[in-house]
């Protein structure tokens, strides 16, 4: 599956974007769907996840409660809704696939299927 990821931007802390990631070639609603983010200088990063099913969603701490992870398997495509935003989630986002919502939620990149190009998010002070 071939992955595209939009919606980034800048933003003052405190404002919210949306972000989203469509999906190709493949069968989406049988993947496992998830965001990573990159700052400069750092490691890839968890974010969010949300298995196949779409029962149940999982949240790195640093975001649990002001970011919220959606799908719409008709539309082929995955959503980070991001509110009450901070300076520190400034960073490339990643839309990922895999089979098992675990290996995002680990952050098991050997195991991620597919990638998104990243998006750039940038929250001003």
């Known amino acids: 599956v071939q992955l595209q990821a939009s919606g980034g931007g800048l933003v003052q802390a405190g404002g919210s974007l949306r972000l989203s990631c469509a999906a190709s070639?493949?069968?989406?609603?049988?993947?496992?769907l998830g965001w990573f983010r990159q700052a400069p200088g750092k490691e890839r990063e968890y974010v969010a996840a949300?298995?196949?099913?779409?029962?149940?969603?999982y949240y790195a701490q640093s975001v649990k409660g002001r970011f919220t992870i959606s799908r719409d398997n008709a539309k082929n495509t995955v959503y980070l809704q991001m509110n009450n935003l901070r300076p520190e989630d400034t960073a490339v986002y990643y839309c990922?696939?895999?089979?098992?919502?675990?290996?995002?939620?680990?952050?098991?990149?050997?195991?991620?299927?597919?990638w998104g190009q990243g998006t750039q998010v940038t929250v001003s002070s």
């Open positions: 990922a696939a895999a089979q098992q919502s675990y290996y995002i939620r680990t952050g098991d990149l050997p195991n991620i299927r597919s």
């Open positions: 070639g493949g069968t989406f609603s049988t993947y496992a």
């Open positions: 949300m298995p196949w099913s779409g029962s149940g969603t």
